[in-house]
């Protein structure tokens, strides 16, 4: 057979990684995992709860935007958050597809402690299609390929043959192949470093491809549950997938480029993975620092301006979320009424006792009225 891809190399898989090329990138990487876990402690209960709410949230969304599906973003706030205990289980109807992938996520981190097996496996890929269906297609699940024709990803062509990127190892080899995978997680843990061995057992797992349908989730299921290993938490703090997805070219190419080579050195790609971890981390990171910027904001101005009422609370709560852009040039008090449920009059009252406060700042006359947050009073 003509030597085309990683899997048919006579050193397969016996990956190469210069970890002194790498070392500047894994230093940048654990930096900043450690500023983002340091910072985590300074964080009220409630904003705790918001920080791993966003993080499950962004992972389901980015898992599945990556293979093509779509969640509703709403529908999956409302299962991580009963999940998280944060919300009544009974609030709001649940999606099969968003229930899946949680499924398989909290699986990951919840089954962290425990050594990986084929059943781990088998039971992530089978959670993925419960209908043991993708689309339309009835496909094999709970257990790997066995079918005889080739697995390759391809894209069609109207008219012309298929363009083939890659195609993986035979399925009578799969379960050997896994086999080893399986082995080498288990027995590398303290043994590499953490962060390569999760970009060492993605590339793995997707080079050998071995169920018909979620590769790529699944996959990024064993991220998961390898950073958490590596951590030691059962937190989700960040999402690596949302930094894959927002370079989801990068993603592919560096795929295709690991999978596709002659040689067993796969330092480009585990580089590439180390950064997106740093990624992850930094806007978590930036995230906290924006909750307890919030936090400081409405400790300082409950102290200076205790009598504010709920409405004129939740006005300026909305004015801090959306930003400066949130609403052209401020609110308006048409807008006050429509947001808050109270009558004209008190949305008048209301906005100028807030401007004779200081809080808000009017600019603008007759219909052209707007108000928006003082800047000394805002971050």
Known sequence: MRFMYLWQSPQWPEFQVDVAALQPALSDARYAQGR????????????LGELQLQGWADEAVA????????????????????????????????????????????????QSQRPLTHETLYGW??????????????????????????????????????TVHYQAPDSAEVLAQMTRLIDWFNSSLQQTDGLVRAALAHLWLETIHPFEDGNGRVGRA???????????INQRLWSLSRQMWLDRSG???QLQAATGQRSMDVTPWVQWFVGCVHKAADATWEHMQAALRKTRFWAELREQHPQLTPTQTKAINKLYDVGTDGFANGISTEKYVNLC???????????????????????????ATRYGLRLDKSV
């Open 125 to 162: 890929q089978s959670a993925l299609f419960p209908n043991g269906r993708s689309g339309i297609q009835k496909i094999r699940t709970g257990a790997y390929r066995d079918h005889t024709e080739p697995m390759q990803i391809v894209t069609p062509r109207l008219g012309k043959p298929d």
């Open 222 to 232: 064993l991220v998961e549950m390898a950073l958490a290993q590596d951590l030691k």
């Open 341 to 367: 449920r109270v009558s004209r009059a008190t949305a008048y009252r209301e906005l100028t006792a807030l401007c004779e406060m200081g809080v808000l700042v009017q600019t603008g006359v007759g219909r």
């Open 36 to 47: 983002a876990m340091g910072l985590v402690s300074h964080l009220q209960l409630m904003d």
């Open 63 to 110: 898992t599945a935007q990556i293979e093509g599906e779509i969640l509703h973003v709403n529908s999956v706030r409302a299962s991580a958050a009963r999940r998280l205990g944060l919300a009544d289980a009974k609030a709001q109807a649940r999606d099969e597809r968003t229930e899946a992938t949680l499924d398989v996520l909290q699986a990951a981190i919840e």
């Open 251 to 253: 993603y592919y190419a």
